[in-house]
């Protein structure tokens, strides 16, 4: 699975690559969602008691491992990580989901030798199947 951050052209995860310089995953892939309803109270007591919204606050929590030529490299990478991560943007998940207004939550990278595991979360309103909410 491919995911894009903070644009839907800017990969994040290349999916299963494991080249140098790839950011293989996800691994532990997590998305919480809250389905976006309303409560209805109808005078006659009929009809449905909720409604969807469409605004359905998820957050998305995944990590990523990115190989290097060297340990020196992987550092380097982890501090332009740091240094150049887009804070606020549109996450996309290949199969459909997107993250529209989304912040990111944190950012965790840590080095092991050559590898560099980045763990990513972001919050946002989740957009499935290119739906938009009802004005």
């Known amino acids: 699975m491919t995911i894009s ?3 839907p052209g800017t990969l994040i995860c ?5 080249a140098i310089g790839k950011a293989c995953g ?3 892939l997590i998305v919480p969602v809250r389905p976006g309803l309303r409560a209805r109270t109808f005078v006659d007591g009929g009809g449905p008691k909720y409604e969807e919204t469409g605004n359905d606050p998820a957050t998305v929590s995944f990590g990523v491992a990115i190989l290097c030529d060297s340990a020196a490299a992987a550092a380097a990478l982890i501090a332009a990580l740091v240094a150049t991560t887009p804070r606020v943007g ?3 998940l290949e199969g ?10 944190a950012l965790t990278p840590r080095q092991s030798g050559r590898r560099v595991f980045v763990e990513y979360s972001f919050s946002g309103r989740a957009v499935i199947n290119n739906q938009e909410p009802a004005p």
């Open 5 to 7: 951050w903070p644009t």
């Open 14 to 18: 290349d999916g299963a690559t494991r």
């Open 26 to 28: 996800p691994s532990g």
């Open 90 to 92: 549109t996450l996309t």
């Open 96 to 105: 459909g989901l997107v993250l529209a207004d989304a912040g990111m939550e």
